[in-house]
């Protein structure tokens, strides 16, 4: 059956050092993945996608990597920040119009 | 600029109640996305527009459940004859462009809680 597991529900990072979360799929071959933000009570906010062909992108603190053959990406968040804490969503887009999203991971960064 | 926005932002339903829930996408954007968020999970999705037409449905749990976008901005979700499974926060999403690699902007949600 398809399936896509983020690494853990909740993840504690000490202020400063880099968080690294991971998605995991099986069963799908999607031409995209993106990473989405989501803080309690709001909608998801977008944050990075990356292409099959692209082995990595950033953004700012941010880096997305993507492997087919392992069918994983992981997200790093570098000098990581109290204010980053939130429920990160991995997203695969498979075809035209359908995105299926992750459980999430909570991160917490402790001061 | 203007965000996606949603209303109700809570709606209590009694079961066997009709809800209809309200998205205005940002203006211009070709494509809208509506999903289901239960507690601790993902958004599920539910249908897609590209402007008026409604490409894909599949998502929508039972026939109870009903969207349109008459003339391709607003989107009403509406679920008939609630039952308690129902309750969840409806996220609605738009694109400027059409199909969904790209950037989705989200709405709040509507929180729906049928008792």
């Known amino acids: 059956s398809q399936k896509i597991e983020q690494n853990s529900e909740a993840l504690n990072i000490q202020e400063g050092k880099t968080a690294t979360l991971t998605c995991n799929y099986t069963?799908?071959?999607?031409?995209?993945l993106q990473w989405y933000r989501q803080d309690p009570g709001r909608g998801p906010v977008f944050l990075l996608l990356?292409?099959?062909?692209?082995k990595e992108k950033r953004k700012e603190r941010l880096k997305v990597t993507f492997d087919t053959t392992l069918k994983q990406s992981l997200f790093h968040i570098t000098a990581s920040q109290p204010a980053d804490s939130a429920t990160y969503l991995c997203?695969?887009?498979?075809?035209?119009?359908?995105?299926?999203f992750g459980k999430g991971t909570r991160l917490h960064i402790l001061p | 600029g203007a965000g996606v926005s949603q209303s109700p932002r809570y709606k209590v339903a009694k079961r066997g109640q009709d809800v209809a829930l309200r998205c205005d996408p940002i203006?211009?954007?070709?494509?809208l996305f509506w999903y289901q968020q239960a507690l601790g999970q993902g958004p599920e999705f539910l249908t897609y527009?590209?402007?008026?037409?409604?490409?894909?449905k599949s998502g929508l749990p039972s026939d109870r459940f009903f969207a349109e976008r008459p003339e391709g901005s607003v989107s009403t979700l509406k679920i008939q004859r609630t039952q308690q499974e129902d309750s969840a926060v409806y996220l609605c999403?738009?694109?400027?462009?059409?199909?969904?690699?790209?950037?989705?902007?989200f709405g709040p949600g509507t929180r729906l809680t049928v008792l």
């Open positions: 069963n799908y071959s999607p031409a995209y």
């Open positions: 990356i292409r099959e062909n692209e």
């Open positions: 527009f590209q402007n008026e037409a409604q490409l894909d």
């Open positions: 997203a695969l887009v498979e075809g035209d119009d359908k995105i299926i």
């Open positions: 999403a738009s694109s400027p462009t059409s199909g969904s690699y790209n950037e989705q902007f």
């Open positions: 203006s211009g954007h070709v494509s």
